[in-house]
Structure formats: structure tokens, C-alpha cells
């Protein structure tokens, strides 16, 4: 089984390479700034690295289309340049370099098979104030299989996931329990417990936290992830990445 060459850019903007190609998941490239609207965004870091550096892309990844924290001005530019960009069948209405996938529904690409997965970007219910959001999964032959989890805030969703692919070997899973006072306590993306959570129903997988810093609308801290992991003497399940370095998962 080969490693993933793997760097994040900041926020949920993760580029790795698998099967020979290049993915890359939520496209994000802004300097810091405000994203005026109903909700105020506030983006507090730039990117560890510009989309120039990462050379040619050839699939991206992207949860959804409606939050400028997964999306934003840059990212939305970027996607005409890319050969492939899988979303939701919602973002593909939007977007038309998407293209649309329901849940489980599969496209390959090269030697890799990419499942769309359910994600809830809130609490029960959520989709009609947040909108429609996905993960994926990725597999291919002599290759970890990979799940990666967008904005997803539910824990049983990872166990139905797990239930279907019970090989997953890295997770990469969207943090920072984002809450922008929507839902009340209720986070839109997990939390340094969840996390916690979805890391055991993942058996043995690798987990790099990924969309835990940057933005002012975290509510928890990548270190309060981390100490939750220490805690209950899981640390050694965590691969925290700098952003800006590239580094060998699996």
C-alpha cells in the first residue's frame, strides 16, 4: 500500500496526491477579510501556500458551494481550471464546472473510485438553513482507502460510512466546531469531542484534522482537539500537518 504525499493550505483546503493524481478539497486562496452577508464570515489567515505551487490539479473535492469558508473568491476562479471537480447535484445547479453527485453515488477517475458520502452541516434538519453538503471516499487498487468527511457535524453518518467502507485507512476530518450562532450550541462541523467520536468508529484510520483554524468562527482551537485526543490516549491516532509543509500519510 503506497503513501499519500499530502499539504494543507490552510482551513479545509487539503492537496494530496493518490493514484497518481491531484486532488485537492475545498478550494480556498483569500487573504484574510470579511465575507459580508445575512452571517458575516471573517477569514483571519491567508494561505500557507498559493494554487500556483501545487502545479496542475486534477480533481477537486468540494463539500459544498454555498460558505465562503469551503468556497471563496479565489476557489471559485480556480475550479474552471480543473479538469474534474466533483460536488453536490445542489452545487452543480450553481456551478456548472460541477459535477453533481447524490449520496453514494460513484465516479471514477483514473484508477480511483470517488463514492459521494452523506454529510449534515448542522443538527438534524439543517439542511434547509445550511444547505446541502457531501463527503467522499476514495479507493483505488494498492491505495489506502481515503474518506474524506466536508462539513459534516454527524457522528452517526460517520458510523453509516464506516458500516460501508470498513477499510477506511486516513480520514480526514473537517473540525473547529464552526457555530455561527445558527443552530444555538449546536456546531456545523465537529467538535473536539465528535471528533473524538468519529475516530473510534474509524477503527485504526489515520486522522488529520483538517478546517479547525483560520476563521473567526471556530469555536474550538486545534490544540483543544489535540488535548482531547491526548486525554483519552488517543494521540497516536492524530496527524496534525503544519500548513505549508508537505508530508507522507499512511
Keep these: ?13 487539503l492537496h494530496f496526491t493518490y493514484a ?20 458575516s464570515l471573517y477569514k483571519l489567515t491567508g494561505p500557507a501556500v498559493p494554487a500556483s505551487a501545487l502545479g496542475a490539479i486534477d480533481v477537486v473535492l468540494l463539500s459544498h458551494d454555498q460558505h465562503d469558508d469551503n468556497l ?9 481550471e480543473v479538469p474534474l471537480v466533483l460536488g453536490t447535484a445542489d452545487s452543480a445547479t450553481r456551478i456548472d ?15 480511483v473510485v470517488v463514492t459521494a458520502v452523506p454529510a449534515l452541516h448542522g443538527p438534524e434538519g ?10 467522499f471516499v476514495l479507493e483505488a487498487a494498492g491505495e489506502p482507502t481515503v474518506y474524506v468527511s466536508g462539513d459534516n457535524a454527524s457522528v452517526d453518518l460517520v458510523r453509516e460510512i464506516a458500516d460501508r467502507f470498513p477499510a477506511i ?14 443552530f444555538g450550541d449546536a456546531d456545523l462541523t465537529l467538535n ?37 485526543f491526548e486525554h483519552a490516549g488517543r494521540s497516536d491516532r492524530l496527524r496534525v500537518l503544519t500548513a505549508g509543509e508537505r508530508v507522507t500519510i499512511g
Design 192 to 228: 473536539a469531542r465528535t471528533a473524538l467520536e468519529a475516530a473510534e468508529v474509524l477503527a485504526d484510520a489515520v486522522i488529520v484534522p483538517v478546517h479547525a483554524e483560520g476563521w473567526f468562527h471556530f469555536s474550538e482551537t486545534r490544540e483543544r482537539l489535540v488535548g482531547m
Design 1 to 13: 500500500m503506497t503513501q499519500i504525499s499530502a499539504l494543507l493550505v490552510g482551513g479545509p483546503t
Design 169 to 182: 485507512a486516513v480520514a480526514v476530518l473537517f473540525a473547529g466546531a464552526a457555530n455561527v450562532g445558527r
Design 126 to 135: 439543517a439542511e434547509a438553513l445550511s444547505g446541502f453538503v457531501t463527503g
Design 20 to 39: 497518481g493524481l491531484s486532488f485537492l478539497t475545498d478550494p480556498t486562496f483569500d487573504e484574510p477579510r470579511v465575507y459580508e452577508g445575512p452571517i
Design 72 to 80: 471563496d473568491i479565489a476557489g471559485r476562479a480556480l475550479l474552471d
Design 97 to 111: 464546472a460541477i459535477t453533481g453527485l447524490s449520496p453514494w453515488q460513484q465516479h471514477r477517475v483514473g484508477d
